[in-house]
C-alpha cells in the first residue's frame, strides 16, 4: 500500500523568505501523481501544484515550485517570497495512476506552516 | 470558473439520527470522491463514483451509503449517527477522460457535521 509522510508537524518563515515543506512517499508504482493541497483556517482544500512522475521536469507555478526526486521518492515544497496569506495547513498527496474513478488521494499527516510579519 | 458545491456547509444532527449530505461537482466533470476529515486530521478517503457507478471504496462505515445520479451530483447518505461521525466532509471531482487535467481532484468547500 501507498504511504505519504510528512515529518514536519509545523514550520515558520519570516515573511518575504523562502521555506521549504517536507515529503516522502512509499510506492511501487512506476507512474502516478503528487500533489500539494493548501488548507487554510477556512478548511478549504486549495490545490496548490501537481507533479507528474514520469515527468522530470520540477513543476512551478508562480511562487511554488517542487523539488521532485522519483528515486529517493521525495516531494518537497518551495514556498518563495512567503506572504502571510501562506499561513494554511500543507498536505503532500499521491495518487495512482488508475483507470477513472480509482485514483483516489492519499494524504500525508500535514505541515501547518505559519508565516510571521 | 464554477467550482464544486457541497450542501449544508453545516449540519447538526443528534446520536441515532440520519444526515445527507450532497455534492455538485464541476461541470462536465464526471468523476466524485467523498472524504472524511476529523479534527486534526488529514482526508481519509470514503467512495468514489465514475460515470453513475461506484468505482472505489475506501474506509466507509456500513452506516453510509452513497450514489451518484444521472446529472453527476453525488449524495452521500449517514445514518445511525455516532459521535464519532463528527467530522468535515470533503467531495471533490475530476475528469475521467484521460484529458491533462483528468488526474486532479477539486474539492469542494466541505460540510461540518457536528454529532450531539
Known amino acids: 500500500a501507498q504511504t505519504v509522510t510528512q515529518s514536519q508537524p509545523e514550520m515558520s518563515v519570516q515573511e518575504a523568505e523562502t521555506v521549504t515543506l517536507s515529503c516522502t512517499y512509499d510506492t511501487s508504482e512506476s507512474d502516478y501523481y503528487l500533489f500539494w493541497y493548501k488548507q487554510p483556517p477556512s478548511r ?9 512522475a514520469y515527468k522530470q521536469q520540477n513543476a512551478t507555478e508562480n511562487r511554488f515550485s517542487v523539488n521532485f526526486q522519483k528515486a529517493a521518492k521525495s516531494f ?14 500543507y498536505f ?7 483507470k477513472p474513478g480509482t485514483g483516489k488521494l492519499i494524504f500525508g499527516q500535514g505541515t501547518t506552516l505559519q508565516v510571521k510579519p | 470558473a464554477a467550482g464544486v458545491i457541497q450542501s449544508p456547509r453545516h449540519l447538526i444532527k443528534e446520536k441515532r ?11 462536465r466533470h464526471d468523476t466524485v470522491y467523498w ?10 478517503f470514503l467512495i468514489s463514483f465514475y460515470e453513475k457507478m461506484q468505482s472505489d471504496k475506501g474506509s466507509i462505515p456500513d452506516r453510509f451509503s452513497a450514489q451518484q445520479f444521472s446529472d453527476y451530483h453525488s449524495e452521500l447518505n449517514m445514518s ?6 463528527s467530522a468535515l466532509y470533503f467531495c471533490a471531482s475530476s475528469r475521467g477522460d484521460g484529458g491533462p487535467t483528468q488526474e486532479t481532484q477539486y474539492f469542494g468547500p466541505g460540510t461540518r457535521l457536528l454529532v450531539l
Do not use: N
Open chain 2, 80 to 85: 445511525s449517527l455516532e459521535l464519532g461521525d
Open chain 1, 44 to 52: 478549504q482544500m486549495i490545490l496548490v501544484i501537481r507533479q507528474e
Open chain 1, 92 to 98: 503532500c498527496a499521491y495518487r495512482g495512476k488508475l
Open chain 1, 76 to 89: 518537497s515544497l518551495k514556498i518563495s517570497d512567503s506572504q502571510l496569506g501562506d499561513a494554511a495547513m
Open chain 2, 17 to 27: 439520527e440520519t444526515a445527507t449530505l450532497k455534492c455538485y461537482p464541476i461541470p
Open chain 2, 35 to 44: 472524504y472524511q476529515q476529523g479534527p486534526g486530521q488529514d482526508p481519509q
